[in-house]
């Protein structure tokens, strides 16, 4: 292939891939223009609106869980602001603090350029988007408690991994900061940052202040007295734990293989690996990248998917909520793409202008196989989200006319926004709380068909 046909093509093939990633990015967000809060952003509220973020996520801390950071955070937003009124502006800040800790994870990681980096964050956030599960996508993207426990947890995770392999002065002092609050939003997220920063110590001394500070933030939250008597209320914490092994390792049999042949992946793998190749990155490749042996990272990436996976499988006895697979089904999409840059990026050998084509054309067959895309494009045409939105604030309204409010059945839930718990038992705790917040006696949901 001569140097022009090969550029025309790269050329046709990056704009395809430009417009794939639009398509993501248009169906996501016409989504979030009708989200609505659901069962905890309500509970989250009521309780910061009645006892402060400060004083909320102490008792939490005390008695339910060490989240501490993530209490504070949904206490203090949910108690001074109305989750109803400005839920779509707090899904997409959290959304934006995901794409930051992208942003920071390709500067330090990949050493690329500010427009680079800020092109492969969106990329990458995209990518995140269409490869995850439509319930997946659902409690971290469109859910608030959701997105602020995990997503903001993973940006802020991926921020300390970028910033601590910066050489620059207050990088390191960053670093330290985003590593507590990675484990203070959630503390499964908080063990991989340990991790990964824990390999990057092995060759950069300056990674070492990070990676204590992400050590010092899993503990406190890991001895939190609320930690035991969670597990004792809602876990398998009683049960024996070789029992416990068994269903774990069968969710590991079950969503790696899944997650490994994908071929929206193994598309976005072989253009991260041509694009690195082409010149992607920077000539200065960072202290990990020439002291290590690829297959460190290897190594790193398949130990992290298995612990995001098989730590929640354990506690819980197989079952791991959709929000927690997604973290571990994120960190193997990124280790993926992450892996195979850096080895574009260390290949000496020229690369076939071909690659890009066959990426392109195994990004085109994951898009157009089932999952968040064709759902989210298929709802929106049917009107799913205009329905949903528009049944739950006749819900509202129905809610603040006090008394005992008994509310109709919604109509079928759009596939890309969270489930509602919320059922005809009015002593449910998610009817409870929905109906605190409105100033209702009590709420329960009439008994019968969904309306569409």
């Known amino acids: ?20 990633v639009a398509a993501c990015l248009a169906t996501a967000l016409a989504t979030l223009v009708f989200s609505e809060p659901v069962d905890d952003d309500f509970a989250f509220a009521v309780r910061g609106a009645a006892s402060g973020p400060f004083e909320f996520a102490a008792h939490q801390y005390l008695h339910w869980s060490g989240r501490w950071l993530s209490f504070a955070f949904l206490g203090g937003l949910l108690g001074a602001l109305d989750p109803v009124r400005h839920d779509t502006a707090l899904l997409l800040g959290a959304w934006i603090a995901f794409a930051s800790g992208l942003y920071l994870a390709l500067r330090g990681t990949l050493a690329l350029r500010r427009g680079p980096a800020a092109v492969g964050a969106v990329a990458l956030f995209a990518l995140v988007l269409a490869a995850l599960g439509t319930e997946e ?84 939250v890991v001895v939190a007295p609320g930690n035991g008597e969670r597990a004792r209320a809602t876990l398998a914490a009683e049960r024996d734990a070789a029992a416990q092994l068994a269903p774990a390792f069968e969710r590991l049999a079950l969503h790696l293989p899944d997650w490994a042949f994908d071929p929206l992946l193994i598309g976005a793998v072989l253009v991260a690996f041509a694009q ?73 050998r020229p690369v076939n202008g071909g690659i890009l084509a066959v990426g392109l054309a195994l990004v085109l067959v994951g898009l157009a196989m089932p999952g968040p ?37 919604p109509p079928s839930r759009p596939r890309l926004l969270p489930r509602s718990t919320m059922a005809s038992n009015a002593d449910h705790w998610a009817n409870a709380r929905f109906a605190e917040f409105f100033g209702a006696r009590s709420v329960r949901v009439e008994r019968g068909t969904s309306k569409d």
């Open 276 to 348: 690195a190749a082409r010149g992607g990155a920077t000539a200065r490749p960072t202290a990990p990248a020439r002291s290590r042996s690829p297959w460190t990272g290897v190594a790193w990436w398949l130990a992290a998917s298995v612990a995001a996976l098989l730590a929640p499988a354990v506690l819980t006895g197989g079952w791991v909520p959709h929000r927690l697979l997604a973290v571990g089904h994120v960190v193997f999409v990124l280790g993926a793409v992450a892996i195979a840059a850096r080895a574009g990026a260390s290949s000496s």
């Open 373 to 409: 895309l064709r759902a989210g494009v298929a709802d929106l045409e049917d009107g799913r989200p205009q329905r949903w939105s528009a049944a739950r604030a006749d819900w509202y309204a129905a809610a603040r006319t006090g008394g005992d409010v008994v509310l109709d059945p």
């Open 137 to 220: 996508v659902a409690e971290t993207f469109f859910w608030i408690s959701g997105a602020i426990t995990y997503l903001v947890a993973l940006g802020a995770a991926l921020g300390a991994v970028g910033l601590a392999q910066v050489h620059r002065s207050g990088a390191a002092a960053g670093a330290c900061v985003l590593a507590v609050a990675a484990s203070g939003l959630h503390e499964v997220v908080g063990g991989l940052c340990v991790l990964a920063l824990g390999a990057l110590a092995l060759h950069e001394r300056r990674v070492r202040a990070p990676l204590a500070a992400a050590v010092i933030g899993l503990i406190v």
């Open 1 to 20: 292939m001569s140097a022009g046909s090969a550029s025309l093509l790269r050329r046709v093939v990056l704009g395809a891939l430009a417009l794939a």
